[in-house]
């Protein structure tokens, strides 16, 4: 659903660049935002990294059909990092097609309205999206590094009073690391409550009348 809250007024939905073909062209979209209002900056970026919760990561087959897998993850210097179970399945078999993924993480928040319309509805959110390279990493330490990170980030600090640092299964797995080329983060901020309809009607509709709304004149 359209946001009102875009520069000068405008919405997501009315934009003229539709009626072009930038496939004709070659051009390069990676890391171009059209909300200006919503870009993240670079620390911002980061500290978001590192705490998502999920991420997922889309890469492409021989088909040229898209795939995407959800996954847990952790950030390290500029990678996005995860693991999958040592099988040959339809992600390992595209990234051998293909290094070229991209990766997404986000973090919805709170639904709000902010007009008179049904439709006149957005949501909180904060979003980042990566695009790069993905390899195997066949390197140990650079895979007990991951799992270490994975586990302080996703255990509690005495990990349930088990044995830390304790990876007798790393050669079970496969530990994937995306470096990044390009990376953008968007944020929907919550509106204060005075911002919201019915206190405040922000409609991108304003001619709009209900079904039982009495005639004209």
Request: glycine letters at 6%; one cysteine or more; hydrophobic letters at 35%.
């Amino acid at each position: 659903m359209s946001d009102p809250r875009a520069p000068n007024g405008s919405s997501d939905i009315a934009d003229p660049s539709l009626a072009a073909d930038s496939t004709q062209t070659g051009e390069d979209h990676r890391g171009r935002l059209l909300r200006a209002d919503k870009i993240m900056q670079p620390d911002e970026i980061e500290a978001f990294l590192q705490s998502a919760f999920c991420g997922r990561t889309a890469s492409v087959d021989r088909q040229g059909y898209p795939y995407v897998l959800p996954n847990l993850f952790t950030w390290i210097d500029g990678q996005v990092y995860q693991q999958t179970a040592r099988r040959a399945g339809h992600f390992l078999a595209n990234i051998r097609h293909s290094d070229r993924v991209c990766f997404e993480t986000d973090s919805p928040a709170e639904v709000f309205p902010y007009g008179h319309v049904e439709c006149d509805t957005s949501v909180a959110y904060t979003s980042a999206v990566v695009f790069g390279r993905i390899r195997i990493v066949e390197n140990e330490d650079e895979q007990r590094r991951f799992f270490t990170s994975f586990m302080a980030k996703y255990a509690p600090p005495d990990s349930w009073g088990r044995e830390q640092d304790s990876f007798p299964r790393m050669s079970a797995t496969i530990v994937f690391a995306i470096t990044a080329e390009v990376i953008t983060g968007k944020r929907g901020r919550l509106p204060a409550v005075s911002d919201r309809w019915p206190l405040r009607n922000l409609t991108l509709s304003p001619n709009w009348k209900p079904r039982d709304a009495p005639p004209e004149g």
